[in-house]
């Protein structure tokens, strides 16, 4: 396969970010192309590109360097805000990754433009139906639309799960977790 057909973005867990930054000495964040392109976002603040490499910016914009403690409250915002972590590729290398976007449904090019390609990441939700109270909260939180109310009732598409575990997040009875995909 083409290293160009490869989608520039795929989605992954908070913790799954966590990972990636860990060990990462130096780090830089940017402000974001769509916030920017959009005059800003309702959810969060616009500087949530977090980069690996200082010239892998969407914007040339706010480009600066940053500590693991500004990392560490950008994931809380993300948590807080529903942020769905969507870390990039390598424009000319798809087999590297250079850094973390940080996307919500209301500014972000991905979620407004069903057009861009993005690849699910190596997780996906699981649900216990059986303990699930069906408060839809849930429903609310998933960008991806593989979750709907139907007949009062919690409806999970499985298949249409990219795995950024924002119903984790939000779910009071904890009866969601990911898992692996396989």
């Not at 603040?45 to 040339?60: A, G, K």
């Not at 408060?135 to 919690?154: I, P």
Request: aromatic residues 8%; glycine residues 8%; contains cysteine.
């Amino acid at each position: 396969m083409d290293a160009k057909s490869v989608p520039l973005h795929y989605v992954c867990t908070r913790d799954e970010a966590r990972e990636l930054v860990q060990g990462i000495e130096r780090l830089w964040v940017s402000n974001c192309g769509c916030r920017e392109r959009r005059a800003g976002c309702k959810r969060s603040r616009v500087d949530v590109c977090l980069m690996f490499q200082p010239e892998f910016s969407s914007t040339d914009a706010g480009v600066k360097p940053v500590s693991a403690d500004f990392v560490d409250e950008l994931l809380r915002e993300a948590e807080t805000k529903h942020l769905v972590t969507r870390p990039f590729r390598g424009f000319e290398n798809r087999s590297r990754t250079d850094g973390i976007c940080f996307c919500c449904d209301d500014c972000c090019g991905y979620f407004l433009d069903d057009d861009e390609p993005c690849d699910k990441g190596a997780s996906k939700e699981t649900t216990d139906l059986d303990q699930c109270t069906h408060c839809g909260l849930c429903v609310d939180v998933c960008y991806f639309r593989a979750r709907s109310m139907k007949d009062g009732g919690l409806v999970v598409r499985e298949d249409a799960c990219y795995g950024c575990g924002l119903c984790v997040d939000v779910c009071p009875e904890s009866c969601v977790r990911m898992v692996p995909r396989t």
